[in-house]
């Protein structure tokens, strides 16, 4: 199964990903390192969950969208400062097909 992950810089390219005869797409929500495991976990979830609700509002079917949260594992940045956090606190979307 082949995935891609998409930035904010992607635009509408997870709608027309979609348009793939059966498409999928989770919504993975990420934290920076502090806090605690729980709380990043739980952080993670309402990431995915409000990416996942707005692409529902942009047409998008619910059961094409599984939201999926990482905490703290899969940093995007190395550092241990403000700018690495800054990275790490998203949410990506990958495309199944």
């Known amino acids: 199964m082949a995935a891609v992950v ?3 810089d992607s635009g509408t390219s997870f709608i027309q990903a ?3 005869p059966s498409p999928s797409v989770a919504v993975q929500g990420n934290t920076d390192e502090r806090g605690g ?3 990043n976990l739980a ?3 309402r990431r995915a969950q ?3 609700t707005a692409m ?3 047409g998008v079917k619910e059961t ?4 999926v949260s990482f905490g703290e594992e899969k940093p995007a940045a190395s550092d ?7 990275q790490d606190r998203r949410a990506s979307i990958a495309y199944r097909r």
């Open 6 to 8: 998409a930035s904010r």
């Open 18 to 20: 979609l348009q793939h």
């Open 37 to 39: 495991s729980e709380y």
């Open 43 to 45: 952080l993670g979830r």
């Open 50 to 52: 409000a990416v996942k």
């Open 56 to 58: 529902q509002l942009l």
């Open 64 to 67: 094409l969208v599984e939201g």
């Open 80 to 86: 241990h400062d403000e700018a690495a956090w800054r």
